[in-house]
Nanobody, 117 residues
């Protein structure tokens, strides 16, 4: 089992920046894919970015220029650096760790990001 806890969400103005963090505990030895998703009120949860254990990154094209996903070498910390935040970036952001071979995945409870003027 893997437990995930996100943090770093806050209220920021348009154009602001935030860095979200996700800390993993438990057995992460077989985790090979780590992701960020977000869910706005009344909307479905959407993919934001992913990073593999080897460091390969994937982004939603519309966010690639403003968001950066990173992890630490130990693989138990995941980050999402968000720049030039816009009103429609407001959402609950969730981290997701998965073992693609075993088809197992784990979710955190999310951290709230509000962008408001």
């Amino acid at each position: 089992q893997v437990q995930l806890v996100e943090s770093g969400g806050d209220l920021v103005g348009p154009g602001g920046s935030l860095t979200l963090s996700c800390v993993a505990s438990g057995d992460i030895s077989e985790i090979d894919d780590m992701r960020w998703y977000r869910q706005a009120p009344g909307e479905v949860r959407l993919f934001v970015a992913a990073i593999t254990a080897l460091g390969t990154t994937t982004y939603v094209p519309s966010l690639k220029d403003r968001f950066t996903i990173k992890k630490n070498d130990a693989g138990n910390m995941l980050y999402l650096q968000m720049n030039n935040l816009q009103l429609d970036d407001s959402a609950v952001y969730y981290c997701n760790f998965r073992n693609t071979l075993g088809a197992e995945e784990y979710w955190g409870r999310g951290t709230q990001v509000r962008v408001s003027s």
